[in-house]
């Protein structure tokens, strides 16, 4: 038993770990927000997407890119979107907005409560990160692609 614990202390010690002690041990990245609300004629849609802290100004220059896109579309002239919010001021924005449809550039809701989840999963929808994007360009038609079948539903 003494043998086992010194071994695992001298290990420790030289920076060797187990493989299951260093999975426990990865951290996720820290997150940041950008939301954009496209105002449409008698609808809303907000645009929220999540970037890694580390990355985040490349994610940022392509969210402002898209919300550019998307302001061709509205009815509103000014221009308003936040970048680099922290994860519990766009829970409040989510919750606080008046939104028809939600759309979230990423591929899991985790950072929504469940109720609220349920409660609005018929107005959510989900595209591929922005770090995907930005990694394989060709995923962008497929943003195009999504972009393009949310605003036909919601055009009528």
Not at 87 to 108: A, G, M, V
Not at 110 to 125: G, M, P, R
């Amino acid at each position: 038993m003494t043998d086992k614990l010194e071994n695992s202390l001298v290990l420790k010690e030289l920076g060797f770990d187990f493989v299951w002690l260093l999975k426990e041990k990865s951290q996720e990245a820290e997150k940041i927000y950008h939301a954009y609300t496209l105002n449409l004629t008698g609808r809303n849609i907000l645009f929220v997407a999540s970037s890694d802290i580390t990355s985040g100004l490349e994610e940022a220059s392509l969210f402002k890119n898209i919300a550019l896109y998307l302001h061709a579309q509205s009815i509103n002239e000014s221009l308003k979107f936040l970048l680099n919010i922290d994860p519990i001021k766009i829970i409040e924005t989510i919750e606080s907005s008046k939104f028809d449809h939600l759309f979230l550039f990423c591929t899991q809701l985790d950072f929504l409560a469940e109720e609220y989840q349920l409660a609005n999963k018929n107005k959510v929808s989900l595209s591929v990160p922005l770090s995907k994007m930005i990694q394989n360009p060709e995923l962008k038609q497929k943003l195009w692609h999504d972009i393009q079948i949310l605003l036909n539903k919601v055009n009528g």
